[in-house]
C-alpha cells in the first residue's frame, strides 16, 4: 500500500484526520496527517517533504511557487470565545481588537463582570492567527513589516485545543478557535451581532471566516491525487459539512 | 589500677565468631599493644573499647567491657565515652579542613565557641603531638597538604585536644616510612606519662620497642597477655611462641 | 546543651524536608493513579487511536514506543559501549583526544532536548531527506542518550577492579580478550543499567521525538513511517482537555507511562542483582 | 601435610608439547585483531564528537541570519518579540533564568535535606521504601509532571494568589522544583554514600554528634558531587520544555512579577518552530544558540566554583 | 646463571622517585625477597620485572631490565614476557568464573582450544599448587566459593598453567591466616624446583624461611642484597641491621 503524507495546519487536522480515517477504510492506501502548523504545511509542501499542505489561511504570495497548485477544500469560521461562566453573550469588531491589543482590561467595560480579562491568542505563524489578525485588522508596522498588534502579554497556547483548554477551564479567558472545533465546553459569542453559524458565514454577516487550503505539487503523485478527489468529490464534501465546516462548491 | 577491664566478651559480625571470650585488663598510663596474625581479631577488640563497632551493622556483643569499673554499653551517652576514649586510625584521616579546624574540631562539637579557649586547645594539642613547630605558621591552610607522618601526628592532636584519658590507636604507623614511625613513637613515649594507651599492630618489632604489656590473639582468641618482656622472651602458649620466633605469621 | 538543641533543629529539618519530598511524590502519584487506574483497561492498552471511531486506546503509541525504544538503543548502545571501552581500557588518560572526546560527550549531555528536536528536525529530517519517521526520530534521540550510556558504562567499567586486569594481563592476555572475558562480563550490570536508563529517557521525552518523528497515530509498518509514542500522545492529550472523555485518556496515558517507569525500574534493579549473583 | 602435594617436579618433565607449540606459535604473530579493535571503538569514540561539531555547524549555520539581521544586543537586550520585524528574546533569557533560579532555591535544600535523611537519618526499612520512589519519579516523563501542574498547581495559585489566570512563572518554578527534586537527591545521596566511612569514624571517635558530623563534615565532604547534582538539576530545569509549556502562559512580555504569564527560551522555539520560516526560523536557531551558551556557562561556573572550594 | 639482571633502574611515578639506580642480579631456580619497610619501592620492582607497570600512567623508567641476557623493554612482545614471567598478587584475585576456567584462561587467551590439551593442563597445573585433591570433585563451580587460601593457590596455578619460567609475588600470603599461609609456603618450596621465584613480603621472618636470596630496600634504594642467611645474621649496611633487628620498620 502506499502512503499519502499530510501535514500542517493544526485547525484542517482535525478535518483531515477525519477525512483520512474514512478515506482509509475504503481502500488500501494510508494517509498520514501530522499537525504542525499551517506555515509548516506549506513549506513542507514546497519543499516536498509532505505530499499535500494544509493551510488554514490564504497562502501568501511571498510562499507561492510555480511547482505548487492551491486547492481551497472548505471554508472555516474563527469563533472568539469565552468562558461557559462568562455572560457576555457579543462583542464588537472592536472591543475584540481592543482586549486583544490590551487596552481593554476587564469584563465590565464590555458588559460583563466586574472581572479581568485573560486573552489568549494561538503562536505566532498559526493560520487561525494570521487570519484572525488580518480580518480584525490587529496588524501594525514596525520598520514597514507587518506584525502582530496582539499584546505581548496575551498567553500563548499552541493548537486549537490548547485554546479550548485554556477557555474551558479560566472563566476570565477568552480566545479564538476553528468554528468547527466548538463544542459546549465554551461558548462562542456573536460578533457585531452575528452569531458564529455557517449560515451566518455563507450570508456572510459573520465576517471572521478563512479557507483551508491544500498545497501540492503541480503532477501529484497518483496515491496524493487520489486521495484528493475523495475529499473535493460528494463523499468528501458530505463529511467536511457533517463535521461543521462549510463546503466548497 | 586498670583502666579498662574486658570480661568474657564474645564479639560476632553476623556469623562471624570474631571474638571469643576475651578476659583482658588494661592498665592506667601504660602502653599495651594488641599483636596477632591478620584477621585474628585486633581492630574488632580495640573497637569496642569506644563502641565504635556501633556503628558497623550486626554485630552482636556478649560479655563486657569497664571503663573504670563501670560497663560502657550500659551507659547510654556514647559521645561522653569516645571524649573520654580517643582514636587513632590506621590511615591518618584528617578532615577536608583546615589544619586549625581540624584540632578544633571536637570542642566545636562540643559547642565550645570561645575563640580563646580554642586557639590555647590548639596550640597545646599540636605542641603534645610533636607538630606545633612544624604548622604554626599554616595553621589555616589544609590538612591534606600534610605529609602522612604529620597528617597521623595532626589526627593524635585532634585526639589530644578534647582531653581524653585513653588513646586508641590501630596500626597507626603502618602506612608510613620509617621515619615517620620513629617520629610517632617518640611521640608516644611522650604521650604515655599521661594517657593510657592501647596500640594495635602487626610489627613484633614495634611493640616490642613501645609497649609496657603485650596481648596475643589467634584467630579470635586471646591466648597470651602480660609484660611485654615475658611474651616475647618466655611465652607460655605454643602459638605464642611460634608466632614471635617467626614460625609464621 | 546548645549543641543539643541544634541537633534537635537539624535533625527536624531533615525530617522536614524528606516528609515535603515524600508528600509532594505520593500527592502526584496518587493524583494521577487514582484518576488514571479506572480508565486503563485492556480496550485501552490494546484498541487502536481514532477520531471518528469509538475507540481511542493507545495501542498504535504503545508500538511506536517500541519501535522508537528498540532502534535507538540498537543505534546507541554498541556506539555508546565502544566509546566507553575506548575511554577506559584503550586511550592514555589525559591524552588530547581523549579530552576533545569527553568534552564533547559532556556537552552533549548539557544539551537540552529542545536542540535536539530543532537540529533532529533539521538535518534528519529536512536535510538527509529521512522524512517525519522513526528513523530520524531514533537517530535524534540515539545522539541524545549517547553521553548517558557512556557515562554509566565507563563508570561500570572504572568499577571493575583492577586486580582482574592485571591478573589478566599477568598471564599474558591481548587487551581485547581481557575485555571480553573479564572486563565486560564484570560491568555487564552497569550496561545493562544504561541501556535500562536510556530507555527511561527515550520514552519520557516528548518535543525532541515529535520534531522528528512526528504524530500520527497510526501504527508504523516500517521504520520510515512516522508514529507517535505515549509521551507525545500525552503531551498532545493534555492540549485537548476538555470533555470528560478526554480527561479519563490523559490520566489513563499518565498511569499507563509511570507504570512503564515502575517496571523500567524493578527491572533494573532485577537484572543488576541477577548479575550480581551470576558473576560469583 | 606433604603428602597433600603432588610430586610437581615429575609432572613438569612432562611438559606438554604440543601446548608449548600451540603458545610458541601464538605468541608470534602480529596482532592485527588488537589493531582493528583499537580502530573500531576510536572510531565509536569520534561520533560522539562528530554529533557534536554537527549540532554546533548546524545551530551556528542556521541561527546565524538572524542574530545579523536583529543585531547581537538587540537580540540578547530587546525585550519585544514581533517577528518578523523585531527579535528580542531578553524576557525570555530573564524567564528562562527565573524560573530556573528559583526551582533550585526552592528544591535544592529540599532535595539535599531528603538525600541525608536517606543516606544517614532514615531507618533502613524506611529509606528501602523510599528510594525506589524517588527513583520513579525521577523517571517520570516531564509531559505528567507538566499534566500535573497544569490540573493541581495552575489552579491552586488561581485561588491562592487570586490572580485571573495561574500559568504563570511561580507555577513554572514549583513544577520545576519537583521536577529537580530525584536528580538532585539521587545524585545527593550517592555522593554522601561515598564519603569515605573514615571521616566518619574520625568524627564519631571525637565524641561529635550525628549531626555535627553531617553537616560539619559529610556535606562539606560530599560538596563537589552535591554541586554536579545541582548542576544537572539547574540544567534540567533550564532544558526543560514541554512541561513549562504547560503551565507558563508562554506570553512574550517582560513579566513584572513571578505571577506573571512568561515564555522560556525553551517554550520560545518548541511554540514558534513548526512556524518559521526565513529570518524567524533563523532566530529560533539563535535562541537555541543562546540556550547552549546559557548552560555551558553554568557548568563551568559550578565546576570552577567547585575546583576553587576544594583548594 | 641470572635469570633477570636489573641495571641502573631509576624509576618515577610523576615526580615521585620510586626507584632510584637498581642494581639486582636474580638468580634461576632460587628464592629471591625483597624487603623493606612499606612504600619502599619492593612492588614496584617487582612489577617492572614483567612491564606490569606499563599499566599504570605517567610512569618513566631508566636503566633496563634483561631477562636471560635480552632486555625486556626493547622486546615489544609483552604478552609473551608476561607468559614467561607469571605473577602471583597480594590479594588473590580469581576472575569470577569456574575453577577450571580460571586455570584454563591463560591457554584460551592463547586461542588454545583443544578440550584434551586443556583438561591436562588443569589438572597439571592444580596438582602442582596443590589444590587438586581439595577441588577435583567441583571444578565447574564458582572460584569465589574457595576460601582465601585456596583462592591465592588457585592463582598460583593459573600462573603455572601458562608454563611460567619466572613465579612473581607481592605479599602473596599477608592477607591469609597462618595456616593458609603455611601451606602457601610448603607449596612454594616445591615450586622452587622448578622456578625462579621473586617474592616481596613484609614479613622478615617469612623472609628468613623460604628465601635463598635478599634485598633489602629501603625508601627506593637497593641497600644491600646478597644470601639470605648472610643479610640476616651478618648485614653490611646500619639500616639494613636496624631493619632486620627490629629498631625500626
Ligand atoms: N565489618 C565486618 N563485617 C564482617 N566481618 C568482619 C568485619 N570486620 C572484621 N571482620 C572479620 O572479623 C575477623 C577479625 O577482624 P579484625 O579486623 O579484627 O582483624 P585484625 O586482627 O585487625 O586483622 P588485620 O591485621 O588484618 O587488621 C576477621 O575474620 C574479619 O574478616
Ligand atoms: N601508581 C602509583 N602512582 C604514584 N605513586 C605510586 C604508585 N604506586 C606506588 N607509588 C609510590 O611509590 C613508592 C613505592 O611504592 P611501592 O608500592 O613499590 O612500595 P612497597 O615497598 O611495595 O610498599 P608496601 O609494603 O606498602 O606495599 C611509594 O612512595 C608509593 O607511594
Ligand atoms: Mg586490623
Ligand atoms: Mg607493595
Ligand atoms: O494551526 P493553524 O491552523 O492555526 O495554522
Not at chain 3, 242 to 268: K, P, R, S
Request: glycine share 8%.
Amino acid at each position: 500500500s502506499n502512503t499519502v503524507t499530510v501535514s500542517g495546519s493544526t485547525s484542517v487536522s482535525g478535518i483531515m484526520e477525519v477525512l483520512a480515517e474514512k478515506y482509509q477504510a475504503t481502500q488500501q492506501d494510508v494517509v498520514e496527517v501530522q499537525s504542525t502548523g499551517s506555515s509548516a504545511g506549506i513549506r513542507a509542501a514546497k519543499e516536498g517533504t509532505s505530499m499535500i499542505g494544509m493551510s488554514s489561511r490564504d497562502v501568501k504570495d511571498s510562499e507561492k511557487n510555480e511547482v505548487t497548485q492551491e486547492i481551497v477544500m472548505a471554508m472555516d469560521g474563527i469563533a472568539v470565545a469565552v468562558n461557559n461562566a462568562n455572560q457576555v453573550q457579543d462583542l464588537s469588531i472592536e472591543q475584540v481588537k481592543k482586549i486583544y491589543m490590551g487596552e481593554i482590561k476587564n469584563w465590565k467595560e464590555v458588559g460583563g463582570a466586574d472581572q479581568p480579562i485573560v486573552a489568549v491568542t494561538r503562536e505566532v505563524g498559526s493560520g487561525t492567527r494570521g487570519a484572525f489578525e488580518d480580518i480584525m485588522g490587529l496588524t501594525r508596522k514596525i520598520n514597514d513589516v507587518t506584525v502582530t498588534a496582539i499584546s505581548p502579554r496575551a498567553q500563548v497556547g499552541s493548537g486549537n485545543g490548547a485554546i479550548k483548554t485554556l477557555v474551558a477551564n479560566n472563566p476570565y479567558a477568552i480566545g479564538f478557535i476553528s468554528l468547527g472545533s466548538v463544542d459546549d465546553s465554551l461558548s462562542a459569542v456573536s460578533i457585531e451581532g452575528a452569531a458564529a453559524t455557517k449560515d451566518n458565514i455563507k450570508s456572510g454577516s459573520y465576517g471572521i471566516a478563512r479557507p483551508f487550503v491544500l498545497l501540492v505539487n503541480n503532477q501529484p503523485a497518483d496515491e496524493a491525487q487520489q486521495f484528493l478527489d475523495f475529499i473535493m468529490g460528494t463523499n468528501g464534501q458530505a463529511i467536511v459539512a457533517e463535521e461543521g465546516y462549510i463546503e466548497v462548491n | 589500677m586498670n583502666k579498662f577491664d574486658v570480661n568474657q566478651l564474645d564479639l560476632h559480625y553476623g556469623d562471624t565468631h570474631a571474638l571469643k571470650g576475651i578476659n583482658l585488663p588494661i592498665p592506667e598510663k601504660k602502653v599495651t599493644a594488641l599483636i596477632g596474625p591478620s584477621g585474628c581479631g585486633k581492630s574488632t577488640l580495640l573497637r569496642t573499647l569506644n563502641r565504635m563497632n556501633d556503628l558497623i551493622e550486626n554485630v552482636t556483643i556478649k560479655g563486657d567491657v569497664k571503663l573504670e569499673g563501670k560497663d560502657i554499653y550500659q551507659d547510654r551517652n556514647v559521645a561522653a565515652l569516645r571524649m573520654k576514649v580517643g582514636m587513632v586510625f590506621q590511615k591518618a584521616n584528617p578532615f577536608p579542613m583546615s589544619i586549625y579546624e581540624n584540632v578544633a574540631y571536637g570542642l566545636k562539637a562540643q559547642g565550645i565557641r570561645n575563640k580563646k579557649i580554642l586557639d590555647e586547645t590548639v596550640e597545646t594539642a599540636l605542641r603534645s603531638a610533636a607538630l606545633w613547630d612544624e604548622v604554626s605558621d599554616r595553621l589555616n591552610s589544609p590538612a591534606f597538604g600534610l605529609s602522612g607522618g604529620q597528617q597521623q601526628r595532626l589526627c593524635i592532636a585532634r585526639t589530644i585536644a578534647i582531653q581524653p584519658d585513653v588513646i586508641l590507636m590501630d596500626e597507626p604507623t603502618s602506612a608510613l616510612d620509617p621515619i615517620a614511625t620513629h617520629k610517632i613513637e617518640e611521640l608516644m613515649d611522650e604521650l604515655r606519662k599521661k594517657f593510657t594507651i592501647v596500640i594495635v599492630t602487626h610489627s613484633m618489632a614495634q611493640a616490642k620497642r613501645i609497649s609496657d604489656k603485650t596481648a596475643f590473639f589467634w584467630m579470635g582468641e586471646l591466648v597470651e597477655h602480660g609484660d611485654t618482656e615475658q611474651v616475647f622472651s618466655a611465652p607460655v602458649d605454643e602459638r605464642t611462641r611460634g608466632y614471635v620466633n617467626g614460625d609464621f605469621g | 546543651m546548645r549543641r543539643h538543641i541544634e541537633d534537635k533543629i537539624a535533625l527536624s529539618l531533615i525530617w522536614g524536608g524528606a516528609g515535603l519530598t515524600i508528600l509532594l511524590l505520593v500527592w502526584m502519584l496518587w493524583h494521577i493513579l487514582s484518576n488514571g487506574l479506572s480508565h486503563v483497561s485492556w480496550e485501552f492498552i490494546s484498541s487502536a487511536y481514532t477520531t471518528v471511531g469509538k475507540t481511542s486506546g493507545i495501542f498504535s503509541m504503545i508500538v511506536s514506543t517500541i519501535y522508537m525504544v528498540g532502534l535507538s538503543i540498537a543505534i546507541a548502545a554498541p556506539i555508546g559501549i565502544m566509546t566507553a571501552l575506548y575511554l577506559t581500557e584503550y586511550a592514555k588518560p589525559g591524552s588530547k583526544l581523549v579530552k576533545v572526546i569527553r568534552f564533547c560527550t559532556e556537552s552533549l549531555a548539557g544539551i537540552p532536548s529542545i536542540i535536539y528536536g530543532l537540529f533532529g528536525m533539521t538535518f534528519f529530517v529536512v536535510t538527509l531527506g529521512l522524512g517525519f519517521s522513526i528513523l530520524s526520530g531514533a537517530l535524534t534521540l540515539a545522539i541524545l542518550i549517547l553521553p548517558v550510556i557512556i557515562r554509566t558504562t565507563e563508570e561500570a567499567l572504572i568499577a571493575v577492579p583492577q586486580a582482574y586486569r592485571e591478573a589478566s594481563y599477568g598471564l599474558g592476555s591481548s587487551r581485547i580478550y581481557t575485555i571480553w572475558r573479564v572486563v565486560l562480563p564484570s560491568a555487564m550490570p552497569g550496561i545493562v543499567t544504561a541501556v535500562i536508563l536510556s530507555t527511561g529517557r527515550i520514552i519520557g521525552e516528548s518535543a525532541p521525538v515529535f520534531l522528528t518523528a512526528g504524530m500520527v497515530t497510526r501504527i508504523p509498518e516500517s521504520v520510515m513511517d512516522s508514529g507517535r509514542t505515549l509521551t507525545v500522545h500525552l503531551y498532545k492529550l493534555t492540549q485537548e482537555l476538555f470533555t470528560v472523555h478526554e480527561w479519563n485518556q490523559a490520566y489513563a496515558t499518565a498511569t499507563v507511562l509511570i507504570v512503564l517507569v515502575l517496571l523500567i525500574n524493578l527491572m533494573t534493579k532485577w537484572i543488576a542483582s541477577r548479575f550480581n549473583k551470576a558473576s560469583y | 601435610m606433604n603428602q597433600t602435594i603432588a610430586a610437581p617436579a615429575q609432572e613438569f618433565e612432562l611438559k606438554n608439547s604440543a601446548l608449548l607449540e600451540a603458545l610458541s606459535q601464538s605468541s608470534q604473530k602480529v596482532d592485527w585483531v588488537g589493531r582493528f579493535f583499537n580502530l573500531l571503538f576510536l572510531l565509536s569514540a569520534l561520533i560522539g564528537v562528530l554529533s557534536v561539531a554537527t549540532i554546533g555547524y548546524f545551530l551556528v549555520l542556521e541561527g546565524l541570519p538572524a542574530i545579523q539581521f536583529a543585531g547581537l544586543s538587540n537580540f540578547l537586550l530587546g525585550v519585544d518579540w514581533y517577528p518578523p520585524a523585531l527579535y528580542g528574546i531578553g524576557a525570555m533569557i530573564v524567564a528562562s533564568v527565573v524560573s530556573a533560579l528559583g526551582a533550585v532555591i526552592i528544591g535544592v535544600p529540599v532535595a539535599i535535606l531528603t538525600a541525608i535523611f536517606l543516606a544517614e537519618v532514615a531507618p533502613k526499612w524506611l529509606a528501602n521504601i523510599i528510594r525506589p520512589a524517588v527513583e520513579l519519579l525521577a523517571g517520570i516523563p516531564s509531559v505528567v509532571y507538566g499534566f500535573f501542574g497544569l490540573v493541581i498547581i495552575v489552579p491552586a495559585i488561581e485561588s491562592t494568589f487570586n490572580v485571573p489566570a495561574g500559568s504563570t512563572l511561580l507555577a513554572a518554578i514549583i513544577v520545576l522544583a519537583v521536577m529537580i527534586l530525584p536528580t538532585v537527591i539521587t545524585i545527593a545521596e550517592t555522593s554522601i554514600r561515598a564519603i569515605p566511612r573514615t571521616y566518619k569514624e574520625g568524627s564519631y571517635a571525637l565524641g561529635a554528634s550525628p549531626m555535627f558530623t553531617i553537616f560539619k563534615v559529610m556535606l562539606p565532604a560530599a560538596r563537589s558531587g552535591i554541586l554536579a547534582g545541582v548542576v544537572l538539576g539547574v540544567a534540567r530545569a533550564v532544558g526543560e520544555t514541554m512541561a513549562i509549556i504547560m503551565v507558563m502562559g508562554n506570553s512574550t512580555a517582560m513579566p513584572g512579577s513571578l505571577l506573571d504569564s512568561a515564555r522560556s527560551l525553551t517554550a520560545n522555539i518548541a511554540l514558534e518552530m513548526s512556524y518559521a520560516t526565513g529570518i524567524h526560523a533563523s532566530s529560533l536557531y539563535s535562541t537555541g544558540i543562546v540556550l547552549l551558551v546559557f548552560v555551558m556557562i553554568l557548568n563551568t561556573s559550578l565546576v570552577v566554583l567547585n575546583r576553587k572550594r576544594v583548594k
